[in-house]
């Protein structure tokens, strides 16, 4: 495809379930990340891919939140126990080295109920 | 990481020029200064980045004070479809997360 894509694009889920978001990025990109959005507030840097290896999660909040990239291209943000907290926009961007421009997605808009 | 601050909101009349102004005091040498905007329900988009020269690409120009502490990104001929919040972002050579603040509102009227 041309640009990123995540799917779902919306996702509402009941309290206490489990959700996986998938991001495919642009073809050949290395570099893969994801940002979580909640309203009116700046995208929030949650985990940062190059290859198949997480070079940076200290953004995850806690361990309900855990995110892979198996083969080095799809990643999967993954999220136990779902709380109304974790509601937001859910944003993956991926760029061929890490210093070039960074192309995102449209995101995933979970709700917790 | 080095914080950037920016005005909360500007508005501008269409196809005048808009400056958004960013200060980053307490940037390092090996920091690229990046610049994106967010339209709304979209995800961010890039809109250009420099290191120490003045820049131009076919979206906007990004001028940069000699002691780089401080930046403007120039929206030569604002247009409807410029409304978006426009983030300054401080990024090291080394690796490339991008620590998003609150960016700029930038409200555009006809």
């Known amino acids: 495809g041309a640009g990123v894509s995540q799917t779902p694009s919306n996702k509402v889920t009941e309290k206490g379930k489990y959700v996986e978001l998938r991001c495919d990025p642009i073809?050949?990109?290395?570099?893969l990340y994801w940002y979580r959005q909640s309203l009116g507030q700046g995208p929030e840097f949650l985990i940062y891919?190059?290859?198949?290896?997480?070079?940076?999660d200290s953004g995850l909040p806690n361990d309900r939140f855990f995110a892979v990239r198996p083969e080095g291209s799809v990643s999967t943000l993954k999220i136990q126990r779902t709380e109304r907290g974790d509601s937001a926009v859910y944003l993956c961007?991926?760029?061929?080295?890490?210093?070039?421009?960074?192309?995102f997605g449209q995101g995933t808009r979970l709700t917790v109920v | 990481d080095a914080k950037t601050t920016q005005p909360n909101s500007m508005e501008s009349n269409e196809e005048e020029p808009v400056h958004l102004p960013c200060n980053h005091s307490?940037?390092?040498?090996?920091?690229?200064i990046h610049w994106y905007r967010q339209l709304p329900s979209q995800g961010p988009e890039y809109v250009i980045h420099?290191?120490?020269s003045n820049v131009n690409n076919r979206m906007a120009s990004l001028a940069i004070a000699e002691d780089r502490k401080s930046s403007t990104l120039i929206l030569h001929r604002a247009t409807l479809r410029d409304a978006a919040v426009y983030y300054c972002?401080?990024?090291?050579?080394?690796?490339?997360?991008?620590?998003f603040g609150a960016g700029t509102q930038v409200v555009v009227t006809p």
């Open positions: 961007a991926s760029s061929s080295v890490p210093t070039t421009e960074a192309f």
């Open positions: 073809s050949g990109h290395t570099a």
């Open positions: 891919f190059q290859g198949t290896g997480a070079a940076d």
């Open positions: 307490t940037i390092s040498g090996t920091d690229y």
């Open positions: 420099g290191l120490t």
């Open positions: 972002i401080l990024r090291t050579d080394s690796w490339g997360k991008l620590q």
